[in-house]
């Protein structure tokens, strides 16, 4: 068993696609273990993605993502990880194989519709980043 961090990011929420992403997340056989729904800071949304913050792409990603709410959620199942990473399609949408979240609901690169980590260690340290023990519940 392998747990993997999503969010469902603005531009679908906005959309009111969240209940449609969870629903093929589901469909998917992952397992929701934790869900809450958030308006991120900037700051927050700065040190989420701090592996990132030497990219050109950083301070518009870190404004979109703190710009309206996001569904943030932990997934269990066998290689996790990977089965949520297929899932979700390429980053680029226009690059997203056909049947994959980015693919169906995703609006450009940046406005992408869902983030998921994407090997052990950084699902550990984003799993950790917006949910303690208890709020785990699978
Ligand atoms: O989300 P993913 O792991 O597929 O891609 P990433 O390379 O870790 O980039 C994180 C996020 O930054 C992407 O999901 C996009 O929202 C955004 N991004 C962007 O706006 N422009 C790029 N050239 C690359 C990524
Ligand atoms: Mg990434």
């Given amino acids: 068993m392998q747990r993997t961090f999503s969010i469902i990011k603005p531009d679908a929420v906005q959309r009111n696609l969240q209940g449609q992403i969870l629903a093929d997340i589901q469909a998917a056989g ?9 308006r991120m800071t900037r700051a927050q949304a700065e040190g ?8 050109p ?6 404004e979109y993502m703190s710009s309206a709410p996001v569904v943030c959620s ?3 199942g066998e290689n996790a ?11 680029n949408p226009a690059n997203a194989a056909p049947g994959t979240l980015r693919q169906k609901y995703a ?21 950790s980043y917006f949910f303690n023990a208890f709020e785990i519940v699978g």
């Fill in 107 to 127: 609006e450009n690169l940046e406005a992408n519709a869902v983030h998921g980590s994407d090997a052990p260690e950084t699902a550990a340290f984003e799993i």
């Fill in 74 to 76: 932990v997934l269990e």
């Fill in 30 to 38: 992952l397992k929701i273990v934790a869900m809450k729904m958030i």
């Fill in 81 to 91: 990880i990977a089965r949520y990473r297929e899932l979700m399609g390429a980053t």
């Fill in 48 to 55: 989420f993605y701090a592996v990132h913050k030497e990219r």
């Fill in 57 to 62: 792409f950083f301070a518009s990603l870190t």
